[in-house]
């Protein structure tokens, strides 16, 4: 299951069934969990906790130090969950000791080639970045949100749960929970309808996002009476919740 060309460091852990494709590099302090396929002169830098049965393809960046000129050596590390995809070219930055130290990938995650996850980032579970997408350091994506190809996310942004960046998408602010955006920088357009109804969400829910959605950006209200008016939605419909939730403690300005 190991090409014999591969250079794998004698302080990695390799669990059962691991594969490690013709000169892929995999450093010290590295440990990798049953099942996963790491391809071709893809390369591995610990401190690195890799989960089970994902798929890393050939020329993927793992683990390396951050791109962040405050680095100075310290000890961080990147944690990836199990059944994730990591497509040619993918770069994986290690954490800062400026933040908690760790980069984060969760389960069930498609990063398609070329694409960036920078240091600090915490990426959630089924989640797509698609082509060329970049995360800036210390971004935050929630579960099952979708970044089209080229899209760039300004450090220390967040994206909520089921939220859609359009294709070429500049995002300098935080992206609400089931919001759609798209441009330059990136404007609201509307829910993600489409990715809500393919996720189980009934008709009566999504037309109370649709209410929500309606409360912070076209009722005219400012946004201590939009967050009035979810709080008192999210009553009756726990999903308007996790939006109101994430406007009320956001940390920095809302797309809107």
């Known amino acids: 299951m190991i090409h014999p060309s591969a250079l794998i460091d004698p302080r990695a852990e390799l ?30 830098q610990g401190p690195a906790r890799i989960g089970r ?9 793992v683990g390396e130090i951050p791109q ?24 994986l930055h290690r954490g800062t000791a400026q933040d908690a130290g760790v980069t984060r990938v969760a389960d069930d995650t498609l990063l398609m080639a070329y694409t960036h996850v920078a240091h ?40 909520g749960i089921h939220a859609f960046c359009a294709m070429g998408s500049v995002v300098t602010k935080d992206v609400p929970p089931y919001v759609t955006v798209g441009g330059h920088p990136a404007k609201p357009h509307g829910i993600n309808v489409e990715g809500l109804r393919r996720r189980g969400f009934d008709a009566e829910t999504i037309q109370a996002i649709r ?23 999210a009553q009756d419909v726990p999903e308007v ?12 300005s809302i797309i809107r």
């Open 53 to 61: 049965d994902n798929r890393i393809f050939q020329f993927a960046s």
């Open 15 to 44: 669990d059962v069934g691991v594969s490690v494709g013709p000169f892929a590099v995999i450093g010290p302090e590295v440990q990798i969990g049953a099942g996963t396929w790491i391809g071709p002169h893809t390369v591995i």
């Open 120 to 159: 600090d980032c915490q990426v959630g579970s089924h989640v797509i970045l698609a082509n060329a997408a970049s995360l800036g350091g210390h971004v935050k994506v929630q579960d099952w949100a979708i970044l089209g190809g080229f899209t760039i996310v300004h450090q220390f942004c967040q994206l």
């Open 211 to 233: 209410r929500g959605y309606r409360f912070l950006y076209k009722s005219g209200l400012a946004l201590e009476q939009a967050e009035a008016a979810l709080a008192e939605l």
């Open 241 to 252: 919740g996790i939006l109101a939730e994430f406007v009320n403690r956001r940390e920095r």
């Open 68 to 91: 962040d000129m405050k680095y100075r050596g310290e000890v961080t590390r990147i944690e990836i969950g199990d059944r994730n995809t990591i497509r040619e070219f993918a770069t």
